[in-house]
């Protein structure tokens, strides 16, 4: 039997045979032909890998059916290039079979490398491509193609800080106005925000009128979940100049769990969530069925993104800032590892934007937990030092009253924190340096700028006080001094924790700070502990006492039309800062937080 096999190098030594005869006799001596299949193999494969449909069909021995299916696997496997090579080679007479390797460059760096044999066959002293569809992938049969199939990673989830999906991949309805295409304008416009009243009470016929007179085209009136579409799916369809698309998207599994702030997170991390799609290639018969897949390549989802809120505080935070009807906002933060728990803040708040991480309000007294510090830290007393407590005091241009006058005589520094006397820590702010207390305020964490990801924040402004007036009225959280809930939450951690912890909302994602952060002393911590659980269990905030080993400072700080009602603590490792805006009395204060933590499961 006359079999032979051999690789490209056999030819290549042919070829060069050719080549020293033509040397040594002329040209005219020697007319070279392909020796063998594999020039004529390689020829076909690279006409195909150039997208040269024609010639390469016409290295075959039925142009018209290779043709075809030469040009479908271009287009259905939307190939960007290939590259092709012979292999073995193996003769056998009249007939033979190449080996082949196709390496094909599809969409998103795609690529698939495959190996497989043609037929050739010899007819008039030259060869030619037997065609077959296993030309073209060993595994095609007749009438059959390959096409490419994308399959879309998993959207990523995002979690809260106990687990449980927060944000998940869902569909949201876009809600659009083209008044071209309303015969009524201002009665669609009134309709439409009738219908959507449920869901934006901010909405009105005019806004929506005169807002799509500002686009060519249509208007994005808003955006509505699944659940809410189907409620008015009808009611949107009978509307003029109405249209609906629907569109991929994180959608909250609750919409009354922090609202704002996922919506803030989903802006964060809304270009990462798609994960790298996965792929196949696949046959498909004459029918359009797909009957077999040649490769495949599994999606890879990118891992949910964890948040530090916590749904079950945040829910009793939200529950007990509901309540108020005026401003009330609370923040949470986990004091050993400056996690964000929960960030409430009721309607009325809201109209003014994130204030429970942005604010800034005098904070009162509860500012005497930084004052009381510098004057630990400063060798000024301890909170067994004995000060004066009288019902006013006048240092300077100012009288300095304590709240209805009320009068102490001389304690421990320790009772008149807990009894808050303006007049004790006005006087020992007025005898510090001008930068004491901007210098303590930032050992407690306000001061610096946090730049946390997902999150606007501004801790507070504790400027140096050179004026006698302005330093006294600094120290009893008037003045020049402004701070957030948030910034007050940082200091009731410092207090917990024993130094000021790095606050984070989205895992993983660092915050980065600018400003000083000098160590607090553990001489402030443990006299600042101390007298924080007096306010609780003697002091002015026993409201609480029922609710566990709570540590707090009240503040009641003046503003024009009011005062603010503030409270500022921790129990075990939440520490917590809640504010009342022109609330009165800080036991309103005192009382938002106690609902808070009544709400919380056991074990909180």
């Given amino acids: 039997m006359n079999t032979r096999t051999f690789t490209r190098s056999r030819s290549a030594q042919i070829l060069a045979s050719c080549t020293a005869v033509l040397l040594a006799v002329g040209v005219s001596s020697c007319t070279p032909k392909p020796a ?145 295409k309303s015969s009524d304008v201002v009665g669609a416009a009134n309709a439409l925000a009738a219908t959507l009243a449920q869901f934006d009470s901010t909405l009105s016929g005019q806004s929506i009128a005169e807002s799509s007179t500002a686009v060519k085209g249509d208007y994005l009136v808003t955006r509505l979940r699944s659940d809410d579409y189907e409620r008015v799916a009808a009611q ?40 790298k799609a996965g792929w196949s290639v696949v046959t498909v018969n004459q029918n359009g069925v797909d009957t077999d897949i040649l490769t495949e390549t599994a999606p890879q989802p990118v891992p949910s993104f964890t948040i530090s809120l916590d749904r079950n505080i945040q829910i009793a935070a939200q529950r007990a800032v509901n309540v108020n009807a005026d401003q009330a906002m609370m923040v949470v933060i986990e004091a050993s590892t400056g996690a964000i728990l929960a960030v409430a803040q009721n309607k009325a708040a809201d109209r003014d934007g994130p204030v429970a991480t942005t604010g800034l309000y005098p904070p009162g007294s509860t500012f005497k937990i930084v004052t009381a510090g510098a004057a630990i830290s400063g060798g000024q007393a301890t909170p067994e030092t004995m000060v004066p407590c009288p019902g006013r005091i006048e240092i300077g241009q100012r009288s300095v009253p304590n709240y209805n006058e009320f009068s102490l005589g001389t304690v421990p520094m320790a009772t008149a924190f807990a009894r808050s006397c303006n007049t004790s820590f006005a006087k020992l702010a007025s005898e510090m340096e001008p930068d004491a207390l901007t210098t303590a305020a930032a050992q407690f964490g306000i001061g610096p700028d946090y730049n946390i990801v997902g999150l606007p924040t501004d801790s507070g402004s504790v400027p140096p006080a050179p004026d006698l007036v302005q330093r006294t009225e600094d120290g009893f959280g008037q003045g020049l001094v402004v701070v957030s809930p948030f910034g007050m939450a940082l200091a009731a951690a410092t207090v917990a924790h024993g130094s000021t912890p790095v606050p984070q909302l989205i895992s993983g994602r660092e915050t980065v700070i600018d400003g000083d952060r000098t160590p607090i002393s553990p001489e402030m911590v443990d006299g600042l502990r101390g007298m924080m659980r007096l306010v609780v269990t003697s002091g002015t905030a026993e409201r609480v006492e029922d609710q566990g080993e709570v540590y707090g400072k009240t503040g009641e700080a003046e503003v024009d039309g009011g005062s603010h009602a503030w409270f500022v603590g921790y129990r075990g490792d939440l520490a917590f800062a809640t504010l009342v805006v022109r609330g009165g009395s800080s036991d309103n204060a005192v009382g938002v937080t106690r609902d808070m933590f009544a709400a919380l499961p056991e074990g909180y």
């Fill in 36 to 180: 063998g299949p594999e020039p004529v193999a390689q020829q076909f494969l690279s006409a195909f890998a150039d997208r040269d449909i024609e010639e390469a069909a016409g290295l075959t021995d039925r142009p018209d059916a290779a043709g075809a299916v030469l040009s479908d696997t271009w287009d259905e496997l939307q190939a960007e290039s290939m590259t092709a090579e012979t292999t073995k080679v193996k003769i056998d007479g009249d007939t033979a079979t190449v080996g082949y390797t196709y390496v094909w460059h599809l969409p998103k760096e795609r690529v698939w490398t495959y190996d497989g044999e043609m037929q050739m066959g010899r007819k008039d002293g030259g060869w030619s491509v037997r065609w077959s569809s296993t030309d073209v992938h060993p595994k095609l049969g007749d009438k059959q193609t390959m096409s490419l199939r994308s399959k879309p990673a998993p959207r990523a989830r995002v979690n809260e800080h106990s687990g449980t999906d927060v944000l998940v991949p869902g569909i949201v309805y876009r809600v659009k106005f083209d008044r071209s």
């Fill in 236 to 275: 949107l369809a009978g509307i003029s100049g109405v249209s609906v698309s629907d569109e991929s998207d994180l959608v909250s599994t609750d919409p009354e769990f922090a609202p704002d702030l996922l919506g803030q997170i989903k802006k964060t991390i809304i270009d990462e969530v798609d994960g």
